[in-house]
Protein backbone atom coordinates (compact mmCIF):
# COMPACT_ATOMS: atom_id res chain seq x y z
CA UNK A 1 0.00 0.00 0.00
CA UNK A 2 1.50 3.53 -0.64
CA UNK A 3 1.10 7.16 0.42
CA UNK A 4 0.77 10.05 -1.87
CA UNK A 5 1.37 13.63 -1.18
CA UNK A 6 -1.27 15.41 -3.67
CA UNK A 7 -0.22 19.57 -4.14
CA UNK A 8 -2.84 21.58 -5.91
CA UNK A 9 -1.99 24.89 -7.00
CA UNK A 10 -4.66 27.46 -7.25
CA UNK A 11 -4.14 29.86 -9.50
CA UNK A 12 -4.00 33.61 -9.28
CA UNK A 13 -6.35 35.91 -11.32
CA UNK A 14 -9.63 37.25 -10.38
CA UNK A 15 -12.32 35.00 -8.55
CA UNK A 16 -9.97 31.98 -8.87
CA UNK A 17 -10.17 30.58 -5.58
CA UNK A 18 -13.42 28.23 -4.03
CA UNK A 19 -14.98 27.16 -1.01
CA UNK A 20 -16.37 24.68 -2.47
CA UNK A 21 -15.86 20.68 -1.36
CA UNK A 22 -13.22 19.48 -3.77
CA UNK A 23 -12.96 15.77 -4.36
CA UNK A 24 -10.52 13.41 -6.38
CA UNK A 25 -10.36 9.96 -7.82
CA UNK A 26 -6.66 8.05 -8.62
CA UNK A 27 -6.25 6.02 -11.58
CA UNK A 28 -4.02 3.47 -11.84
CA UNK A 29 -3.32 0.22 -14.03
CA UNK A 30 -5.31 -2.50 -14.59
CA UNK A 31 -8.34 -0.81 -13.88
CA UNK A 32 -7.58 0.07 -10.22
CA UNK A 33 -8.80 3.34 -9.18
CA UNK A 34 -8.95 5.11 -5.10
CA UNK A 35 -12.69 5.52 -4.05
CA UNK A 36 -13.96 9.70 -4.10
CA UNK A 37 -11.51 11.19 -1.81
CA UNK A 38 -12.28 15.21 -0.41
CA UNK A 39 -9.28 17.43 -0.26
CA UNK A 40 -9.87 19.37 2.77
CA UNK A 41 -6.51 20.41 5.41
CA UNK A 42 -8.75 20.95 8.65
CA UNK A 43 -8.45 24.85 10.85
CA UNK A 44 -7.41 25.79 6.91
CA UNK A 45 -9.27 27.90 4.22
CA UNK A 46 -8.22 25.87 1.04
CA UNK A 47 -8.15 26.30 -2.07
CA UNK A 48 -7.65 31.03 -1.90
CA UNK A 49 -6.19 32.49 -5.13
CA UNK A 50 -2.65 32.28 -6.03
CA UNK A 51 -2.31 29.43 -3.10
CA UNK A 52 -0.30 26.35 -2.77
CA UNK A 53 -2.28 23.73 -0.73
CA UNK A 54 -0.94 20.17 0.19
CA UNK A 55 -2.79 16.80 1.42
CA UNK A 56 -1.90 13.24 1.99
CA UNK A 57 -3.68 10.45 0.52
CA UNK A 58 -2.95 6.70 2.25
CA UNK A 59 -3.65 2.93 1.65
CA UNK A 60 -3.18 3.37 -2.29
CA UNK A 61 -3.14 -0.23 -3.91
CA UNK A 62 -0.95 1.02 -7.01
CA UNK A 63 2.49 2.47 -7.51
CA UNK A 64 2.28 5.28 -10.43
CA UNK A 65 -1.17 7.34 -10.72
CA UNK A 66 -2.00 7.54 -14.56
CA UNK A 67 -5.45 9.52 -14.81
CA UNK A 68 -6.13 11.91 -11.98
CA UNK A 69 -10.33 12.85 -11.94
CA UNK A 70 -11.06 16.38 -10.16
CA UNK A 71 -14.16 17.91 -9.65
CA UNK A 72 -15.69 20.36 -6.95
CA UNK A 73 -19.44 20.68 -5.88
CA UNK A 74 -21.27 24.06 -6.00
CA UNK A 75 -20.89 25.10 -2.75
CA UNK A 76 -19.39 28.28 -1.41
CA UNK A 77 -19.49 31.67 -3.02
CA UNK A 78 -18.09 31.04 -6.46
CA UNK A 79 -19.63 28.39 -8.84
CA UNK A 80 -15.73 27.97 -10.49
CA UNK A 81 -12.45 27.53 -9.42
CA UNK A 82 -9.27 27.93 -11.50
CA UNK A 83 -6.46 25.44 -10.90
CA UNK A 84 -2.69 26.30 -12.37
CA UNK A 85 -0.91 22.54 -11.06
CA UNK A 86 -1.55 19.19 -9.19
CA UNK A 87 1.67 17.32 -8.51
CA UNK A 88 1.26 14.11 -7.28
CA UNK A 89 3.59 12.01 -5.11
CA UNK A 90 4.52 8.68 -4.26
CA UNK A 91 5.91 9.25 -1.04
CA UNK A 92 7.39 5.57 -0.30
CA UNK A 93 7.89 4.68 -4.12
CA UNK A 94 9.87 6.91 -5.85
CA UNK A 95 7.44 8.29 -8.36
CA UNK A 96 6.08 11.47 -9.11
CA UNK A 97 4.08 13.48 -11.69
CA UNK A 98 2.67 17.15 -12.81
CA UNK A 99 -0.72 17.32 -14.27
CA UNK A 100 -0.92 20.81 -15.41
CA UNK A 101 -4.24 21.67 -15.61
CA UNK A 102 -4.52 25.92 -16.20
CA UNK A 103 -8.60 25.48 -16.82
CA UNK A 104 -11.42 26.63 -14.83
CA UNK A 105 -13.57 23.94 -12.94
CA UNK A 106 -16.70 23.80 -13.04
CA UNK A 107 -18.88 22.37 -10.21
CA UNK A 108 -20.29 18.61 -10.61
CA UNK A 109 -18.26 18.46 -13.41
CA UNK A 110 -15.74 15.19 -13.66
CA UNK A 111 -12.07 16.81 -15.09
CA UNK A 112 -9.66 13.76 -15.97
CA UNK A 113 -6.21 14.09 -16.56
CA UNK A 114 -2.93 12.30 -17.44
CA UNK A 115 0.75 12.93 -16.14
CA UNK A 116 1.89 16.12 -18.21
CA UNK A 117 -1.55 16.35 -19.85
CA UNK A 118 0.32 16.75 -23.36
CA UNK A 119 -1.44 15.01 -26.56
CA UNK A 120 -2.46 15.27 -29.85
CA UNK A 121 -6.26 15.35 -30.25
CA UNK A 122 -6.06 11.80 -32.30
CA UNK A 123 -4.20 10.19 -29.41
CA UNK A 124 -6.40 11.95 -26.60
CA UNK A 125 -8.59 9.12 -24.52
CA UNK A 126 -10.47 11.71 -23.09
CA UNK A 127 -12.17 13.27 -26.69
CA UNK A 128 -15.20 14.36 -25.40
CA UNK A 129 -13.96 16.59 -22.61
CA UNK A 130 -11.47 17.85 -25.43
CA UNK A 131 -14.75 18.63 -27.51
CA UNK A 132 -16.25 20.10 -24.63
CA UNK A 133 -13.75 22.55 -23.54
CA UNK A 134 -12.86 24.02 -26.60
CA UNK A 135 -16.63 24.86 -27.50
CA UNK A 136 -16.87 26.63 -24.19
CA UNK A 137 -13.38 28.34 -25.17
CA UNK A 138 -15.02 29.56 -28.42
CA UNK A 139 -17.82 31.27 -26.19
CA UNK A 140 -15.19 33.44 -24.16
CA UNK A 141 -12.65 34.13 -27.23
CA UNK A 142 -14.73 35.81 -29.50
CA UNK A 143 -13.50 37.75 -33.17
CA UNK A 144 -13.83 41.17 -33.27
CA UNK A 145 -12.50 44.27 -35.06
CA UNK A 146 -12.41 47.32 -32.75
CA UNK A 147 -11.65 49.68 -34.66
CA UNK A 148 -12.60 50.31 -39.07
CA UNK A 149 -9.11 48.43 -40.72
CA UNK A 150 -7.74 46.41 -37.67
CA UNK A 151 -6.63 43.06 -37.26
CA UNK A 152 -9.05 40.99 -35.31
CA UNK A 153 -9.14 41.30 -31.63
CA UNK A 154 -11.15 40.32 -28.81
CA UNK A 155 -14.51 41.05 -28.40
CA UNK A 156 -13.88 41.56 -24.60
CA UNK A 157 -10.84 40.20 -22.19
CA UNK A 158 -11.57 36.43 -21.25
CA UNK A 159 -10.72 36.09 -17.69
CA UNK A 160 -8.06 33.97 -18.23
CA UNK A 161 -6.46 36.71 -19.39
CA UNK A 162 -6.72 39.09 -17.44
CA UNK A 163 -3.89 40.58 -15.01
CA UNK A 164 -2.57 38.17 -12.04
CA UNK A 165 -2.65 39.83 -8.45
CA UNK A 166 1.38 40.13 -9.05
CA UNK A 167 0.90 41.70 -12.22
CA UNK A 168 -0.96 45.12 -12.39
CA UNK A 169 -0.83 47.48 -15.21
CA UNK A 170 -1.98 51.19 -14.03
CA UNK A 171 -0.78 53.71 -15.94
CA UNK A 172 -2.96 56.30 -14.50
CA UNK A 173 -0.99 54.69 -10.77
CA UNK A 174 2.03 54.35 -12.32
CA UNK A 175 2.65 57.92 -13.83
CA UNK A 176 1.48 59.82 -9.99
CA UNK A 177 4.34 57.60 -8.49
CA UNK A 178 6.73 58.74 -11.09
CA UNK A 179 5.41 62.24 -10.83
CA UNK A 180 6.13 62.44 -7.53
CA UNK A 181 9.40 60.82 -7.16
CA UNK A 182 11.27 62.10 -10.02
CA UNK A 183 12.81 65.31 -10.21
CA UNK A 184 11.62 65.81 -13.81
CA UNK A 185 8.86 68.36 -13.06
CA UNK A 186 10.99 70.78 -11.01
CA UNK A 187 12.58 71.41 -14.87
CA UNK A 188 9.21 71.92 -16.68
CA UNK A 189 8.42 75.36 -15.86
CA UNK A 190 8.50 78.25 -17.97
CA UNK A 191 9.06 78.52 -21.93
CA UNK A 192 12.25 76.95 -23.41
CA UNK A 193 14.85 79.56 -23.68
CA UNK A 194 17.72 78.00 -25.70
CA UNK A 195 18.75 74.34 -27.11
CA UNK A 196 20.60 73.98 -23.76
CA UNK A 197 18.01 74.46 -21.87
CA UNK A 198 16.10 71.82 -23.39
CA UNK A 199 19.52 69.82 -22.67
CA UNK A 200 18.72 70.56 -18.84
CA UNK A 201 16.23 67.33 -19.14
CA UNK A 202 17.73 65.08 -21.32
CA UNK A 203 21.35 65.37 -22.49
CA UNK A 204 21.52 64.18 -25.89
CA UNK A 205 24.72 66.01 -27.47
CA UNK A 206 24.52 63.25 -30.55
CA UNK A 207 20.69 65.35 -31.86
CA UNK A 208 22.26 67.38 -34.16
CA UNK A 209 24.80 64.59 -35.86
CA UNK A 210 24.03 63.28 -39.22
CA UNK A 211 25.18 59.90 -38.26
CA UNK A 212 23.05 59.85 -34.97
CA UNK A 213 20.07 60.34 -37.57
CA UNK A 214 21.56 57.74 -40.07
CA UNK A 215 21.93 54.83 -37.26
CA UNK A 216 18.63 55.75 -36.18
CA UNK A 217 17.41 53.81 -39.00
CA UNK A 218 19.34 50.45 -37.99
CA UNK A 219 19.21 50.43 -34.59
CA UNK A 220 16.37 52.70 -33.34
CA UNK A 221 12.69 52.28 -33.04
CA UNK A 222 11.54 52.15 -36.72
CA UNK A 223 14.02 50.38 -37.84
CA UNK A 224 12.29 47.83 -40.10
CA UNK A 225 11.89 50.31 -43.13
CA UNK A 226 15.17 51.34 -44.77
CA UNK A 227 15.41 50.03 -48.19
CA UNK A 228 18.31 49.15 -50.28
CA UNK A 229 17.53 51.83 -52.97
CA UNK A 230 17.71 50.40 -56.31
CA UNK A 231 16.31 53.16 -58.26
CA UNK A 232 16.03 56.46 -57.19
CA UNK A 233 11.43 57.57 -56.76
CA UNK A 234 10.68 59.40 -60.43
CA UNK A 235 8.76 61.91 -57.53
CA UNK A 236 11.54 62.32 -55.83
CA UNK A 237 13.08 65.61 -57.40
CA UNK A 238 16.83 64.66 -57.28
CA UNK A 239 19.26 64.68 -60.17
CA UNK A 240 23.15 63.40 -60.26
CA UNK A 241 24.57 67.26 -60.07
CA UNK A 242 22.51 67.76 -56.92
CA UNK A 243 23.63 64.72 -55.25
CA UNK A 244 27.06 64.12 -56.53
CA UNK A 245 28.87 66.73 -53.71
CA UNK A 246 27.39 63.96 -50.90
CA UNK A 247 28.37 60.83 -52.58
CA UNK A 248 32.29 61.03 -51.93
CA UNK A 249 32.97 61.13 -55.75
CA UNK A 250 30.54 58.75 -57.04
CA UNK A 251 27.62 59.61 -59.60
CA UNK A 252 24.34 58.72 -58.86
CA UNK A 253 24.14 55.56 -60.51
CA UNK A 254 27.45 54.46 -59.21
CA UNK A 255 26.50 54.89 -55.89
CA UNK A 256 23.02 52.99 -56.66
CA UNK A 257 25.15 49.78 -58.28
CA UNK A 258 27.41 49.51 -55.64
CA UNK A 259 24.82 49.17 -53.24
CA UNK A 260 25.73 52.20 -50.85
CA UNK A 261 22.62 54.22 -51.44
CA UNK A 262 19.58 53.88 -49.08
CA UNK A 263 15.85 55.07 -49.64
CA UNK A 264 12.67 55.14 -46.78
CA UNK A 265 9.54 56.19 -48.99
CA UNK A 266 6.66 56.99 -45.92
CA UNK A 267 4.50 57.24 -48.43
CA UNK A 268 1.51 55.99 -45.84
CA UNK A 269 1.77 58.83 -44.21
CA UNK A 270 0.09 60.91 -47.50
CA UNK A 271 -3.35 62.45 -46.55
CA UNK A 272 -3.20 60.89 -43.43
CA UNK A 273 -5.26 63.05 -40.87
CA UNK A 274 -4.26 64.83 -38.22
CA UNK A 275 -5.28 66.57 -35.01
CA UNK A 276 -6.77 70.42 -35.35
CA UNK A 277 -4.22 72.78 -36.00
CA UNK A 278 -0.99 70.31 -36.14
CA UNK A 279 0.44 69.07 -39.60
CA UNK A 280 2.44 66.37 -40.70
CA UNK A 281 4.76 65.08 -43.67
CA UNK A 282 4.70 62.29 -45.83
CA UNK A 283 8.77 62.35 -46.52
CA UNK A 284 11.01 60.44 -48.79
CA UNK A 285 14.92 60.56 -47.55
CA UNK A 286 18.23 59.32 -49.43
CA UNK A 287 20.88 57.72 -47.61
CA UNK A 288 24.66 57.03 -48.70
CA UNK A 289 27.08 54.61 -47.09
CA UNK A 290 30.45 56.29 -46.72
CA UNK A 291 33.97 54.99 -47.15
CA UNK A 292 34.05 54.74 -43.77
CA UNK A 293 30.55 52.58 -43.49
CA UNK A 294 28.63 54.65 -41.83
CA UNK A 295 25.11 55.40 -43.31
CA UNK A 296 23.87 59.32 -43.48
CA UNK A 297 20.93 61.04 -44.94
CA UNK A 298 22.07 62.91 -47.98
CA UNK A 299 18.06 64.22 -49.39
CA UNK A 300 14.71 64.52 -47.41
CA UNK A 301 11.30 65.52 -49.27
CA UNK A 302 9.05 66.48 -46.76
CA UNK A 303 5.93 65.65 -49.31
CA UNK A 304 5.09 62.99 -51.81
CA UNK A 305 5.41 65.20 -54.91
CA UNK A 306 7.58 67.76 -56.13
CA UNK A 307 6.29 71.28 -56.35
CA UNK A 308 8.12 74.92 -55.68
CA UNK A 309 6.87 74.98 -51.90
CA UNK A 310 8.54 70.81 -51.28
CA UNK A 311 11.91 71.39 -52.40
CA UNK A 312 14.69 68.82 -51.50
CA UNK A 313 16.76 69.27 -48.54
CA UNK A 314 20.20 68.81 -48.52
CA UNK A 315 23.19 68.53 -46.32
CA UNK A 316 24.99 72.02 -47.84
CA UNK A 317 21.88 73.56 -46.95
CA UNK A 318 22.10 76.15 -44.11
CA UNK A 319 22.57 74.62 -40.57
CA UNK A 320 18.68 74.62 -38.87
CA UNK A 321 16.86 74.59 -42.03
CA UNK A 322 18.88 71.16 -42.28
CA UNK A 323 17.97 70.09 -39.11
CA UNK A 324 14.24 71.05 -39.43
CA UNK A 325 13.83 69.12 -42.45
CA UNK A 326 15.22 65.85 -40.18
CA UNK A 327 13.20 66.97 -37.06
CA UNK A 328 9.88 66.40 -39.88
CA UNK A 329 11.05 63.50 -41.14
CA UNK A 330 11.64 62.08 -37.66
CA UNK A 331 8.53 63.13 -36.61
CA UNK A 332 6.50 61.25 -39.32
CA UNK A 333 9.03 58.03 -38.87
CA UNK A 334 7.10 58.36 -35.26
CA UNK A 335 3.74 58.44 -36.57
CA UNK A 336 4.73 54.79 -38.11
CA UNK A 337 6.37 53.95 -35.47
CA UNK A 338 3.64 54.13 -32.75
CA UNK A 339 0.80 53.51 -34.93
CA UNK A 340 2.56 50.63 -36.98
CA UNK A 341 5.53 49.18 -36.04
CA UNK A 342 4.53 49.08 -32.18
CA UNK A 343 0.76 49.30 -31.86
CA UNK A 344 -0.91 47.85 -34.82
CA UNK A 345 1.71 45.08 -35.94
CA UNK A 346 3.40 43.53 -32.62
CA UNK A 347 0.21 44.29 -30.05
CA UNK A 348 -2.71 43.94 -32.21
CA UNK A 349 -2.11 41.73 -35.39
CA UNK A 350 -0.81 39.29 -31.97
CA UNK A 351 -3.69 39.19 -30.85
CA UNK A 352 -5.62 37.55 -32.99
CA UNK A 353 -3.29 34.55 -33.30
CA UNK A 354 -4.10 34.51 -29.66
CA UNK A 355 -7.74 34.03 -30.08
CA UNK A 356 -7.63 31.86 -33.00
CA UNK A 357 -4.70 29.26 -30.83
CA UNK A 358 -7.74 29.24 -27.84
CA UNK A 359 -10.66 28.57 -30.02
CA UNK A 360 -9.00 25.57 -32.13
CA UNK A 361 -5.95 24.12 -29.86
CA UNK A 362 -6.85 22.42 -26.57
CA UNK A 363 -4.95 23.42 -23.65
CA UNK A 364 -3.57 19.14 -24.03
CA UNK A 365 -2.59 20.52 -27.65
CA UNK A 366 1.56 20.88 -27.02
CA UNK A 367 0.97 23.93 -29.61
CA UNK A 368 -0.43 25.44 -27.26
CA UNK A 369 1.92 24.75 -24.31
CA UNK A 370 4.84 25.86 -26.63
CA UNK A 371 2.53 29.44 -27.49
CA UNK A 372 0.86 30.07 -24.34
CA UNK A 373 4.01 32.13 -22.25
CA UNK A 374 4.17 34.24 -25.39
CA UNK A 375 0.15 35.25 -25.01
CA UNK A 376 0.64 36.59 -21.70
CA UNK A 377 -1.36 39.46 -20.99
CA UNK A 378 -0.96 40.53 -24.39
CA UNK A 379 -4.40 40.84 -24.69
CA UNK A 380 -4.92 42.58 -21.33
CA UNK A 381 -2.46 44.66 -22.18
CA UNK A 382 -3.92 46.14 -25.58
CA UNK A 383 -7.71 46.42 -24.14
CA UNK A 384 -5.98 48.68 -21.21
CA UNK A 385 -4.03 50.48 -23.70
CA UNK A 386 -6.81 51.25 -26.14
CA UNK A 387 -8.90 52.67 -23.17
CA UNK A 388 -6.22 54.71 -21.39
CA UNK A 389 -3.97 55.92 -24.53
CA UNK A 390 -5.76 55.48 -27.68
CA UNK A 391 -8.99 56.56 -26.08
CA UNK A 392 -10.55 60.03 -27.09
CA UNK A 393 -8.42 63.01 -25.40
CA UNK A 394 -5.86 60.82 -24.48
CA UNK A 395 -2.11 59.80 -24.31
CA UNK A 396 -1.99 59.11 -28.04
CA UNK A 397 -4.69 62.14 -29.14
CA UNK A 398 -2.40 64.97 -27.25
CA UNK A 399 1.48 63.52 -27.92
CA UNK A 400 1.02 62.19 -31.92
CA UNK A 401 0.42 64.57 -34.66
CA UNK A 402 -1.86 62.04 -36.29
CA UNK A 403 -3.59 62.24 -32.69
CA UNK A 404 -5.78 58.66 -32.35
CA UNK A 405 -7.92 58.70 -35.46
CA UNK A 406 -4.62 58.91 -37.60
CA UNK A 407 -3.05 55.85 -36.21
CA UNK A 408 -6.33 54.14 -36.05
CA UNK A 409 -6.08 55.40 -40.42
CA UNK A 410 -2.50 54.44 -41.01
CA UNK A 411 -2.45 50.86 -38.85
CA UNK A 412 -5.90 50.10 -41.51
CA UNK A 413 -3.57 51.53 -44.76
CA UNK A 414 -1.32 48.77 -43.28
CA UNK A 415 -3.01 46.00 -42.81
CA UNK A 416 -3.82 45.13 -46.12
CA UNK A 417 0.32 45.12 -46.84
CA UNK A 418 1.32 43.07 -44.08
CA UNK A 419 2.21 39.53 -44.93
CA UNK A 420 3.31 36.98 -41.79
CA UNK A 421 6.18 35.24 -44.46
CA UNK A 422 7.79 38.57 -44.88
CA UNK A 423 6.86 41.38 -42.58
CA UNK A 424 6.54 38.69 -39.72
CA UNK A 425 9.60 37.07 -40.27
CA UNK A 426 13.09 38.46 -39.86
CA UNK A 427 14.95 36.85 -42.40
CA UNK A 428 12.39 37.23 -45.45
CA UNK A 429 12.05 40.56 -44.62
CA UNK A 430 15.87 41.78 -44.21
CA UNK A 431 16.13 39.96 -47.85
CA UNK A 432 12.99 41.86 -48.81
CA UNK A 433 14.83 45.33 -48.27
CA UNK A 434 17.91 44.46 -49.50
CA UNK A 435 19.63 45.03 -46.35
CA UNK A 436 20.71 41.18 -45.25
CA UNK A 437 24.26 41.58 -46.41
CA UNK A 438 26.86 42.66 -43.60
CA UNK A 439 28.83 44.12 -46.75
CA UNK A 440 25.73 46.09 -47.83
CA UNK A 441 24.97 47.64 -43.88
CA UNK A 442 27.96 46.68 -41.67
CA UNK A 443 26.48 47.85 -38.59
CA UNK A 444 23.29 46.97 -38.16
CA UNK A 445 22.23 45.92 -34.14
CA UNK A 446 18.10 45.39 -35.27
CA UNK A 447 19.71 42.92 -37.61
CA UNK A 448 22.55 41.56 -35.82
CA UNK A 449 21.46 40.89 -32.78
CA UNK A 450 17.46 39.96 -33.64
CA UNK A 451 18.72 37.30 -36.18
CA UNK A 452 20.72 35.53 -33.22
CA UNK A 453 17.83 34.94 -31.01
CA UNK A 454 15.49 34.32 -34.68
CA UNK A 455 17.57 31.62 -34.98
CA UNK A 456 17.53 30.53 -31.48
CA UNK A 457 14.10 30.34 -31.29
CA UNK A 458 13.96 28.96 -34.80
CA UNK A 459 15.85 25.80 -33.33
CA UNK A 460 13.66 25.35 -30.38
CA UNK A 461 10.51 25.56 -32.04
CA UNK A 462 11.81 22.64 -35.22
CA UNK A 463 12.80 20.18 -32.04
CA UNK A 464 9.65 21.04 -30.32
CA UNK A 465 7.60 20.54 -33.42
CA UNK A 466 9.41 17.28 -34.39
CA UNK A 467 9.26 16.20 -31.09
CA UNK A 468 5.65 15.73 -31.35
CA UNK A 469 4.87 15.56 -35.09
CA UNK A 470 7.61 12.44 -36.43
CA UNK A 471 6.39 12.76 -40.07
CA UNK A 472 4.44 15.70 -41.97
CA UNK A 473 1.05 12.89 -41.94
CA UNK A 474 0.91 13.06 -38.49
CA UNK A 475 0.72 17.25 -38.98
CA UNK A 476 -1.46 16.82 -42.18
CA UNK A 477 -4.01 14.65 -39.91
CA UNK A 478 -4.18 16.63 -36.85
CA UNK A 479 -7.75 18.35 -36.79
CA UNK A 480 -7.16 20.80 -34.51
CA UNK A 481 -3.70 22.55 -35.94
CA UNK A 482 -5.44 22.26 -39.25
CA UNK A 483 -8.15 23.87 -38.00
CA UNK A 484 -6.37 26.65 -36.32
CA UNK A 485 -4.48 27.12 -39.65
CA UNK A 486 -7.41 27.36 -41.57
CA UNK A 487 -8.45 30.60 -39.37
CA UNK A 488 -5.26 32.29 -39.91
CA UNK A 489 -6.03 33.30 -43.20
CA UNK A 490 -9.67 32.63 -43.35
CA UNK A 491 -11.09 35.83 -44.95
CA UNK A 492 -12.26 38.61 -41.66
CA UNK A 493 -15.75 38.80 -43.93
CA UNK A 494 -15.69 35.17 -43.48
CA UNK A 495 -15.13 34.73 -39.87
CA UNK A 496 -10.77 34.53 -39.91
CA UNK A 497 -8.03 36.48 -38.86
CA UNK A 498 -7.40 37.61 -42.76
CA UNK A 499 -3.60 37.61 -42.49
CA UNK A 500 -2.17 37.22 -46.00
CA UNK A 501 1.25 34.75 -46.42
CA UNK A 502 0.80 32.08 -44.27
CA UNK A 503 2.51 29.17 -45.21
CA UNK A 504 0.58 26.44 -46.93
CA UNK A 505 -1.95 25.84 -49.09
CA UNK A 506 -5.96 25.66 -49.06
CA UNK A 507 -5.58 26.64 -45.82
CA UNK A 508 -3.73 23.76 -44.65
CA UNK A 509 -0.44 22.68 -43.13
CA UNK A 510 1.10 20.17 -45.42
CA UNK A 511 4.53 19.99 -43.86
CA UNK A 512 5.68 20.59 -40.47
CA UNK A 513 8.01 23.36 -41.76
CA UNK A 514 5.29 25.35 -42.79
CA UNK A 515 4.25 24.86 -39.39
CA UNK A 516 7.69 26.15 -37.28
CA UNK A 517 7.89 28.66 -39.86
CA UNK A 518 4.76 29.77 -38.14
CA UNK A 519 5.56 29.51 -34.83
CA UNK A 520 8.74 30.87 -34.83
CA UNK A 521 7.08 34.46 -36.62
CA UNK A 522 4.86 34.39 -33.93
CA UNK A 523 7.17 33.92 -30.61
CA UNK A 524 9.61 36.09 -32.23
CA UNK A 525 7.35 38.43 -33.02
CA UNK A 526 5.87 38.68 -29.18
CA UNK A 527 9.04 39.07 -27.78
CA UNK A 528 12.21 40.00 -30.01
CA UNK A 529 9.93 42.32 -32.10
CA UNK A 530 8.49 43.98 -29.52
CA UNK A 531 11.62 44.65 -27.38
CA UNK A 532 12.57 46.52 -30.32
CA UNK A 533 10.21 48.58 -31.22
CA UNK A 534 9.52 49.32 -27.54
CA UNK A 535 12.09 49.34 -24.88
CA UNK A 536 14.02 52.07 -26.10
CA UNK A 537 11.05 54.90 -26.44
CA UNK A 538 12.17 56.70 -23.64
CA UNK A 539 15.68 57.35 -25.29
CA UNK A 540 14.51 58.54 -28.16
CA UNK A 541 11.77 60.52 -27.30
CA UNK A 542 13.09 61.45 -24.10
CA UNK A 543 14.61 64.58 -26.59
CA UNK A 544 12.19 66.30 -28.34
CA UNK A 545 14.53 67.66 -31.24
CA UNK A 546 15.91 63.84 -31.53
CA UNK A 547 12.62 62.09 -32.48
CA UNK A 548 9.54 64.31 -31.56
CA UNK A 549 6.07 63.00 -31.72
CA UNK A 550 4.50 65.94 -33.20
CA UNK A 551 5.68 69.93 -33.99
CA UNK A 552 4.06 72.92 -33.79
CA UNK A 553 3.83 75.04 -36.85
CA UNK A 554 4.66 74.51 -40.58
CA UNK A 555 7.01 72.07 -42.07
CA UNK A 556 9.77 74.35 -44.42
CA UNK A 557 8.52 75.25 -47.65
CA UNK A 558 11.96 76.29 -48.84
CA UNK A 559 15.76 76.60 -48.18
CA UNK A 560 15.96 79.97 -46.53
CA UNK A 561 18.31 79.97 -42.99
CA UNK A 562 16.09 79.41 -39.77
CA UNK A 563 17.73 80.12 -36.74
CA UNK A 564 17.31 78.24 -33.12
CA UNK A 565 14.35 79.88 -32.26
CA UNK A 566 12.54 78.13 -34.88
CA UNK A 567 13.80 74.91 -33.33
CA UNK A 568 12.42 76.14 -30.05
CA UNK A 569 9.03 76.98 -31.35
CA UNK A 570 8.40 74.02 -33.31
CA UNK A 571 9.26 71.31 -30.27
CA UNK A 572 6.55 70.79 -27.83
CA UNK A 573 6.24 73.31 -25.10
CA UNK A 574 7.64 71.95 -21.30
CA UNK A 575 4.22 70.52 -19.49
CA UNK A 576 3.66 68.41 -23.15
CA UNK A 577 7.12 67.05 -22.98
CA UNK A 578 6.87 66.16 -19.58
CA UNK A 579 3.94 63.81 -20.62
CA UNK A 580 5.32 62.52 -23.32
CA UNK A 581 8.88 61.60 -21.08
CA UNK A 582 6.29 60.06 -18.17
CA UNK A 583 4.73 58.00 -20.23
CA UNK A 584 7.61 56.69 -22.71
CA UNK A 585 9.18 56.11 -19.44
CA UNK A 586 6.70 53.86 -18.50
CA UNK A 587 6.54 51.94 -21.89
CA UNK A 588 9.97 50.91 -21.24
CA UNK A 589 10.32 49.24 -18.37
CA UNK A 590 10.62 45.38 -18.75
CA UNK A 591 8.07 43.70 -15.75
CA UNK A 592 8.23 40.45 -16.72
CA UNK A 593 11.01 37.72 -16.88
CA UNK A 594 13.35 37.43 -19.85
CA UNK A 595 12.87 35.48 -22.70
CA UNK A 596 13.17 31.51 -21.66
CA UNK A 597 12.37 31.97 -18.86
CA UNK A 598 8.48 31.44 -18.88
CA UNK A 599 6.24 33.38 -15.34
CA UNK A 600 3.78 30.46 -16.50
CA UNK A 601 5.47 26.93 -17.60
CA UNK A 602 3.09 24.67 -19.28
CA UNK A 603 5.34 22.02 -20.30
CA UNK A 604 5.73 19.10 -18.33
CA UNK A 605 6.17 16.28 -20.70
CA UNK A 606 10.21 15.27 -19.54
CA UNK A 607 11.24 15.32 -23.40
CA UNK A 608 9.63 18.59 -23.65
CA UNK A 609 11.17 20.07 -20.73
CA UNK A 610 14.97 19.09 -22.31
CA UNK A 611 13.98 20.91 -24.91
CA UNK A 612 13.02 24.20 -23.14
CA UNK A 613 16.07 23.84 -21.18
CA UNK A 614 18.39 23.83 -24.23
CA UNK A 615 16.64 26.55 -25.78
CA UNK A 616 17.64 28.87 -22.31
CA UNK A 617 21.37 27.42 -22.79
CA UNK A 618 21.40 28.67 -26.49
CA UNK A 619 19.92 31.95 -24.99
CA UNK A 620 21.99 32.00 -22.74
CA UNK A 621 25.24 31.92 -25.26
CA UNK A 622 23.14 34.76 -27.33
CA UNK A 623 23.03 37.23 -24.29
CA UNK A 624 26.90 36.30 -23.76
CA UNK A 625 27.52 37.13 -27.29
CA UNK A 626 25.31 40.52 -27.21
CA UNK A 627 27.30 41.44 -24.51
CA UNK A 628 30.80 41.21 -25.57
CA UNK A 629 29.83 43.04 -28.54
CA UNK A 630 28.41 45.94 -26.80
CA UNK A 631 31.95 46.01 -25.00
CA UNK A 632 33.35 46.65 -28.58
CA UNK A 633 30.47 48.83 -30.10
CA UNK A 634 30.83 52.70 -30.63
CA UNK A 635 27.53 52.89 -29.54
CA UNK A 636 25.93 49.51 -27.21
CA UNK A 637 22.84 48.44 -28.12
CA UNK A 638 21.30 46.43 -24.73
CA UNK A 639 17.45 46.37 -26.16
CA UNK A 640 18.21 42.63 -27.70
CA UNK A 641 20.19 40.52 -25.43
CA UNK A 642 18.01 38.28 -24.51
CA UNK A 643 18.06 38.95 -20.66
CA UNK A 644 16.48 42.04 -21.30
CA UNK A 645 13.63 40.84 -23.69
CA UNK A 646 10.32 39.28 -21.84
CA UNK A 647 8.75 36.00 -23.03
CA UNK A 648 5.46 38.37 -24.20
CA UNK A 649 4.04 41.88 -25.16
CA UNK A 650 3.02 42.62 -21.58
CA UNK A 651 3.98 46.51 -21.69
Not at 224 to 237: F, G
Not at 269 to 296: E, W
Not at 477 to 490: G, K
Not at 512 to 531: E, F, N, W
Amino acid sequence: MYEYRITVKTGDRPRAGTDANVYVVLHGDANLKTPPTKLDAFFHDDFERGQTDVFTVKNIEFEKVSVLEIWKDDAGWYTEWNIDTVKIENLSGGWDAVFPVFRWIKSNVHYKFRPYDTCLPQDDIFPEQRTRELEDKRTLYEYSQLEPGFPVQALKVPPDEEFSFSYQWDITKKKLILMGTSKLKTLFRGDWQSVEDVESIYDDKMWLSDEKFGRQRFDGLNSMVIRLCTEVPPKMAVDDEMMRPFLQGLSLEEAIKSRRMFVIDHSIMDGVPTRPGVFSCAPIALFFRRDDGKIVPVAIQLFQHPAPDNPVFLLSDPKYTWILAKMWFNCADAQIHQSIAHLGFTHIVMEGFIIAAHRHLSQSHPIFKLLAPHFLYLIAINHRAIDKLMNPGGHIDNTLSVGRDGGVELIGRHRPLWQLDVDGTLPADLKARGVDDQEVVPDYPCRDDALLSYNAILSYVTKYVHLYYAADDVLINDPEIQSWRRDLDLPMEAGGLGVKGVPGSDGKFTSRDQLVSVLTSIIYTCSVGHASVNFKQYDEYGFPMNYPSWLKGDPPKDKSAKTERDILNAIHPRKAQMKVMLVSKILSERSTRPLGDFEVDYVYDPPAVQIQKEFREQLKNVSDVIKRRNETREYPYPYLDPAEIPNSISI
